[in-house]
């Protein structure tokens, strides 16, 4: 593997980062390609309430966390929330998606977390592997309540 950096992301790497986060949603979803959108992922990274952290090979952005950082209402602690992770096809299995993960836990210890909160979808069909070798199962479920649900109850 070639020298490897992990760092945050800022807006400037919107043309880096809109790629992948096309990428991601047609692993996730399938059907067709999404076209990388550049003012999205600058939108997303000037956004105060998600940070993305990108790693690197060479100069070419090959995968990427997209985190919060949340109180935790039991602890009184604040948490870290790995809301999505991405590696490109031709580099997972290279150790990129744990060094994200580990750059992620730097993150948290340097600002006192009590953990990291890592959300899997449940009907998941790309692979499982990295988190299946890196968290646990946690003691809560996760549910999605439609917004149009609510609105008409």
Known sequence: MADLICRA??????PDL?????ENA???????????D???????LEDKSIEIIGAYEDEDLVGFA??????????????????DIYVMPD??????GR???????????????????????NKNKVDNSLFEDLAEPGDEDSF??????????
């Open 38 to 44: 550049e003012v999205f992922a600058e939108r997303l």
């Open 99 to 121: 060094s994200l993960v580990e750059e992620l836990s730097k993150i948290g210890t340097a600002r006192d977390w009590l953990h990291v909160r890592w959300l899997v979808p």
């Open 26 to 36: 047609q692993a996730l979803k399938r059907g067709a390609p999404r076209r990388p």
């Open 18 to 22: 809109a790629p992948l986060i096309a």
């Open 66 to 83: 997209a985190f919060f950082d949340i109180p935790d209402l039991i602890s009184g602690l604040r948490i870290g929330q790995l809301d």
């Open 144 to 153: 999605i309540i439609p917004i149009s649900r609510l609105a008409l109850a």
């Open 9 to 14: 992301l800022k807006p400037g790497d919107a």
């Open 91 to 96: 580099h997972q299995h290279k150790g990129i």
